[in-house]
């Protein structure tokens, strides 16, 4: 029974110091903001990634604009409607949006598809800071041969400061540090 013990309270210990070390590591800013890509790819599922993805293109910092992982049915108008961006024809004919993803490697296999129909080469990648490092991960996986530039997202609702002291913020990076190990050890 001791053995037992002390084994569980050994991999609560080296949990919890993954964990700490998983979050530390997370980017805290975007590390190349100025540098132009192919394509700018935003991963659907969290605030503030739309906007960004949408701003980046009107700076130019990208040809297109494909969102991956949208609801069937959902139509460009309505994606810049709900995004509250302008819905000029310049915007409708730069936006791509992908429906057959429903995770991250998805997303990653969506991108790759249609990445490989434009015959891009590099790709600005715009997701929430703590969904980067699987994001990266998958995306390194599915298109080795593509240039990745990680274009992080802060969203208000996820305080990276002080995380361990919100309970929502807590169980989304354990959640999210969970993934992260599945992906990286899990073979597929």
Do not use: C
């Amino acid at each position: 029974m001791r053995f037992v013990s002390l084994s569980i309270l050994a991999l609560l210990l080296v949990g919890t110091i993954g964990l700490a070390r998983f979050v530390t590591g997370l980017p805290t800013a975007v590390s190349i903001p100025d540098q132009k890509s192919d394509a700018i790819i935003v991963l659907t599922g969290g605030s503030g990634r739309l906007v960004e993805g949408l701003e980046l293109l009107e700076r130019g910092l990208g040809d297109k604009l494909f969102v991956s992982g949208v609801y069937r049915g959902v139509d460009v108008e309505e994606l810049l409607r709900v995004a509250r961006a302008d819905g000029g024809s310049d915007n409708v004919a730069r936006v791509a949006l992908g429906h057959e993803a429903d995770d991250t490697r998805g997303n990653a296999m969506e991108t790759a598809a249609w990445m490989s129909k434009q015959s891009y080469g590099s790709l600005r990648l715009v997701t929430a800071a703590y969904h980067m490092p699987r994001s990266l991960l998958e995306f390194h996986r599915a298109m080795p041969e593509i240039t990745l530039i990680a274009h992080p997202v802060f969203p208000d609702s996820v305080p990276l400061r002080d995380w361990w002291r919100h309970p929502g913020t807590l169980m989304l990076l354990v959640s999210e540090y969970g993934k992260y190990l599945l992906s990286r050890f899990v073979i597929r």
